[in-house]
């Protein structure tokens, strides 16, 4: 099979899923946002199934997924309160071994109705293809510590020994923890980033998110295969090619269903190029 890197193919994942498995494709990210079933309108019906089907769905894609993975790849796949455990069930079936229910909790948002909580979350599901090999580069997504004091005091502690023992902040920050706080891309501050896509997820978690769970090469660059099987308006390549415009190496892959959001996301990974080539003759003016 013949495919391009670093693109959005216009297609169904249903197939061409199939046929980078029978391609003997590997991935060392597969990071993706499906149609929750929440009966949002993506423009073809995708997230209206029958609960049947959308957990037989799910099934299907997740044994594909498991094949895809490379020895130390992991799946980050976002679902809904609602339904979560429903994917959680299928990550099991497919083989996969879990590694953590990740929280992305909305920094911002406001409620619609007075008759539940409002929803401030959407988890997102952390599998590896082994139990006992994977990646994740804690020291790319630290997070600041949440009191000055703490940098400059150590805490003191025994050891298991009995001895005394200093404990210093990591110059780098604190280790984050499961609860990734972001903010949603509502409201004028974001009107820049967003596209008219129902449900485009933000760029500073997916970064984040690559940050975290790409391999590093021997000079610390992000590298890899990634993919996005529901790749929307192209969230997860975009991310990645900024990544890359800063000296990183991910190769990765969307695949959307609708031909707009398909269309969409590839403009938005081409403007990228063409930013960074006006940032350039612009820097050259100056340079001059
Ligand atoms: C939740 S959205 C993803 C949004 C994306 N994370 C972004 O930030 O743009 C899910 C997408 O999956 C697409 N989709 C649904 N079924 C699909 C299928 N079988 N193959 C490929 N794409 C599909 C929908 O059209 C929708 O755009």
Redesign the pocket.
Known sequence: MNFKLRTTLCG???TLLRQLVDARLQFDLVLT???YNLNKD?G?G?DSLPLDEFIAKTQQRLQLVAQLLSPRGSVLWFAIHRYVGHVQIAMEKAGLHYRRMNIWRYENGFSHSSRYPRAEYEPFLWYSKSDTEWTYNADLVRVPYRSQERLENPVYYRSSSGERRAWRPNPLGRLRGDIWEFPTLAGRRFAGERTP?P???PESLFTQILKAFCPLDSHSRLTGMVID???????TGVCAERLNQQGHKIDWVG????PK?ADIANRRVAELSSDLFAERIGKRDIDK
Not at 229 to 235: A, D, E, L, M
Not at 255 to 258: F, H, Y
């Open positions: 169904d994942s249903d946002d499906p149609p993506f073809n995708t896509h449900t485009q997820k099987p529901f790749h929307g308006v192209g969230t695949i959307e269903i609708e959001w």
